[in-house]
T-cell receptor, first 113, second 112 residues
């Protein structure tokens, strides 16, 4: 089992550019979560999917953020246009059902300059 | 608003010491409490607790939940330098939701 796979590992971009983060969940997991981690706010849930359907996107900061899950093995988180305050580590996690702990990917460290 | 508070924020101990990390919570519809260990990269799952008073144990780590007082503790005995990490507490809501609300973590440093 390869675990949850995220790409890229690091991303440095200029303010105003579009950024796309990618995630491949563990095969068979039916929940997928996008979290953002900063020193000030810790881990914050942005959005989560169940069976590829977005269930709760109340954590998405603003319209600049969007997420998709076109199939059970792939999800993207897009920021357009990016701003310096978006700099953070973005984690994707997946789980099987609601009664098990998440498995996190290694994260994407995003720096917007 | 759901809230998960961890204490202390950080802790430095000597190898061999025993430490207790605390997590208190306020959530609308509690289902479970989870502990994670985060070293340099992704958080890794330690325990899930759903029932009061039942200790979960894994090696030198143990955890217990008190649903009446709304808190959990994570104990680490005979600490080792490899225990140095941020320990995260998270609470899962009930119903069909699966999202976790995380605390900001306790940073533990174990020195020789």
């Amino acid at each position: 089992d390869a675990g949850v796979i995220q790409s890229p590992r690091h991303e440095v971009t200029e303010m105003g550019q579009e950024v796309t983060l990618r995630c491949k969940p563990i095969s068979g997991h039916d929940y997928l979560f996008w979290y953002r981690q900063t020193m000030m706010r810790g881990l914050e849930l942005l959005i989560y999917f169940n069976n590829n359907v977005p269930i709760d996107d109340s954590g998405m900061p603003e319209d600049r953020f969007s997420a998709k899950m076109p199939n059970a093995s792939f999800s993207t988180l897009k920021i357009q246009p990016s701003e310096p305050r978006d700099s953070a580590v973005y984690f994707c996690a997946s789980s099987f059902g609601v009664n098990y702990g998440y498995t996190f990917g290694s994260g994407t460290r995003l720096t917007v300059v | 608003e759901d809230k998960v508070v961890q204490s202390p924020l950080s802790l430095v101990v000597h190898e061999g010491d025993t430490v207790t990390l605390n997590c208190s919570y306020e959530v609308t519809n509690f289902r479970s409490l989870l502990w994670y260990k985060q070293e340099k990269k992704a958080p890794t799952f330690l325990f899930m607790l759903t029932s009061s008073g039942i200790e979960k144990k894994s090696g030198r780590l143990s955890s217990i939940l008190d649903k009446k007082e709304l808190f959990s503790i994570l104990n680490i005995t005979a600490t080792q330098t490899g225990d140095s990490a941020v320990y995260l507490c998270a609470v899962g809501e009930g119903g069909t939701a699966s999202k976790l609300t995380f605390g900001t973590g306790t940073r533990l440093q174990v020195t020789l």
